[in-house]
């Protein structure tokens, strides 16, 4: 479960203190898919980027599984949030140096040995449709697929959380319903999905949509919303 209680973001510009999240209460359920719409420059991303811990609030508090992140020292919350939530990223984030199954190894990489990493890597490209790519380079894909190999990745670790920017933004139709289709999968096993789009197709597929506008959260504008 993931609560945020009266949370507010602002950031230093040269002349001015902007406050882009403004006293915002918000709580997303185990299992559900929430979808997060609003204006560009509304605070979607920053909004991922506090679940992500990845993003200290000026006030309020992120409870990501009964813990306060928001408490927790740098180190230790990297930590926990590593076990807990993973990202996917609009632009993929892929390293041009490693190939596919390298790119899906990443995360674990450093804490597990490549054995035990390799047959699940193998198993979620799979699982994306990738596997006849399996040592193709990021140049080498498509950006279908690239996205594809960021969905894997993400899935490695099993994060109990996962995040997703505009996961459909740089696809055509035929890709957008191929991620979807994943997304819809990954749900109906009980995947908590927090996503950020501009695509009202995409957000459509959660269970709940909230809208961000003026630093603050709107509710029902697509018709299936409720907080
Ligand atoms: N590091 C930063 N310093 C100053 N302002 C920032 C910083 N990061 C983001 N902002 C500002 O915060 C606001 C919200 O940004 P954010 O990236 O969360 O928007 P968004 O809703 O994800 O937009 P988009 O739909 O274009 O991705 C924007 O006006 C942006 O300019
Ligand atoms: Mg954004």
Redesign the pocket.
């Known amino acids: 479960m993931i609560q945020l209680k009266n949370v507010s973001v602002t950031?230093q510009?040269l002349h001015e203190t902007?406050t882009?999240l403004q006293d915002i209460t918000l709580t997303v359920a185990s299992g559900e898919w929430l979808s997060i719409v609003?204006?560009?420059?509304?605070?979607?991303?920053?909004?991922l980027k506090l679940i992500a811990g990845a993003l200290q609030p000026v006030s309020g508090t992120v409870t990501i599984n009964e813990r306060s992140i928001t408490d927790l020292a740098h180190t230790d919350r990297q930590a926990f949030i590593r076990t807990q939530v993973a990202s996917v990223y609009q632009q993929f984030r892929l390293l041009p140096q490693f190939n596919v199954l390298e790119n899906v190894m990443l995360p674990l990489v450093p804490y597990e040995s490549r054995k035990t990493i390799r047959p699940r890597a193998t198993e979620l490209i799979d699982q994306v449709g990738l596997s006849h790519r399996m040592t193709h380079y990021p140049h080498q894909l498509s950006g279908g697929e690239q996205q594809r190999v960021s969905f894997a990745r993400a899935l490695l670790t099993e994060p109990a959380i996962l995040l997703c920017d505009?996961p459909t933004g740089n696809l055509d139709q035929a890709n957008r319903d191929n991620i979807l289709d994943l997304l819809s999968q990954l749900h109906a096993q009980g995947q908590t999905i927090v996503l950020?789009t501009?695509d009202d197709v995409v957000a459509r597929r959660g269970d709940r949509t909230i809208s961000?506008d003026n630093g603050t959260i709107h509710k029902g504008e697509l018709g299936h919303a409720s907080l």
């Not at 609003?38 to 909004?47: A, D, I, N, V, Y």
């Open positions: 950031y510009a902007l882009i609003g204006p560009s420059g509304s605070g979607k991303t920053t909004l505009e950020a501009h961000i």
